[in-house]
């Protein structure tokens, strides 16, 4: 069983890989075009999310690296391996960019102040091809987005780009309809406010991860009452829930059984990692059994209804 789900695990990995370095080469593409022609037309705006496409390939790079390292065989040193990478990843892209739109607004607000003539066709068309770029490679990795905060945070700065690129456009039809140079730096604010709001999710989440906190969809309230429905079970005290790596929680508790044979408490260990397993996705537990009952001083001890 855990042959076959190694299996199945690097043959993700490797798919994701291939996704990743088709959308690192296209991301560079668009850089360079959106570049050269930013600064030919003029515009803020593709200059600024030609620098938000270079933090995506940088973005995507880091996950990609964090990818290889999470199939790492573990060693004596890092028993569980380089799971912990994706984690650390998803938070320095995060971090990459709530600094990126900072630049962003200092930028947009310096246009403000001076304004400049602005190519809007230039922008326009530069904007709708690497619209169609960002949103193909962003859609390439939706799928596994969806368990992982590493490729999550990826999915999210390919999602920002499409919709500075679409925002973009909407500037460029602006400035042809109005002849105000200000709507290059208006829309380039909003799309900042836009990949602030888009990178706090994955920045708290990978943050909480790091620090060891409960991965996001699992409450540790819920885990104690399902704990409490197994027979056998008096209570439970230092519970804890962690993530050894994206889309990896893990479990280490102190079950109270009461003074039962010890060859007993092989049916309980058999139905809590099931519970957990089928419950909460929890593959990975430590599981202690103590044959005594809760101290009615211990605090972090919750007693269960004997049955």
Not at 54 to 61: F, K, Q, V
Not at 63 to 79: D, M
Not at 112 to 125: S, T, Y
Request: with cysteine; hydrophobic share 50%.
């Amino acid at each position: 069983m855990s042959h076959a789900h190694h299996g199945h695990h690097h043959h993700l990995s490797s798919t994701v890989t291939r996704k990743l370095i088709v959308a690192t080469a296209a991301n560079l593409l668009v850089v360079i075009a959106e570049v050269a022609i930013g600064v030919y037309a003029g515009s803020i705006a593709l200059v600024g999310d030609a620098l938000h496409n270079l933090t995506d390939a940088g973005a995507l790079l880091i996950a990609l690296v964090a990818v290889r390292l999470e199939r790492r065989t573990p060693t004596g040193q890092k028993s569980f391996g380089y799971q912990r990478a994706g984690i650390l990843a998803a938070f320095i892209n995060a971090g990459l960019l709530v600094a990126f739109t900072l630049f962003l607004f200092r930028e947009s607000w310096e246009r403000l102040n001076h304004p400049r003539d602005v190519n809007a066709m230039a922008m326009l068309l530069t904007a709708a091809v690497a619209l169609f770029v960002n949103a193909a490679t962003a859609l390439s990795i939706r799928h596994e987005s969806r368990d992982d905060v590493n490729i999550r945070g990826a999915f999210i700065h390919m999602i920002g780009d499409a919709v500075s690129s679409a925002g973009i456009i909407v500037a460029a039809i602006l400035i042809h309809m109005t002849g105000s140079a200000n709507w290059d730096a208006i829309v380039t604010m909003f799309i900042a406010v836009l990949i602030l709001w888009s990178s706090y999710g994955v920045l708290r989440e990978s943050v909480n991860l790091l620090l060891e906190g409960t991965p996001v969809g699992i409450d540790p309230n819920d885990v104690t009452a399902s704990l409490g429905e197994i027979e056998g079970i008096h209570g439970v005290h230092h519970l804890h829930i962690w993530a050894l790596g994206p889309s990896r929680p893990a479990l280490s508790c102190h079950l109270m059984v009461g003074d039962v044979p010890v060859k007993t408490t092989a049916r309980v260990l058999e139905e809590v990692n099931a519970m957990l397993t089928r419950d909460y996705h929890i593959a990975h537990t430590t599981i202690q059994f103590e044959l005594a009952e809760c101290d009615v001083d211990d605090p972090y001890c919750v007693p269960f209804a004997r049955r």
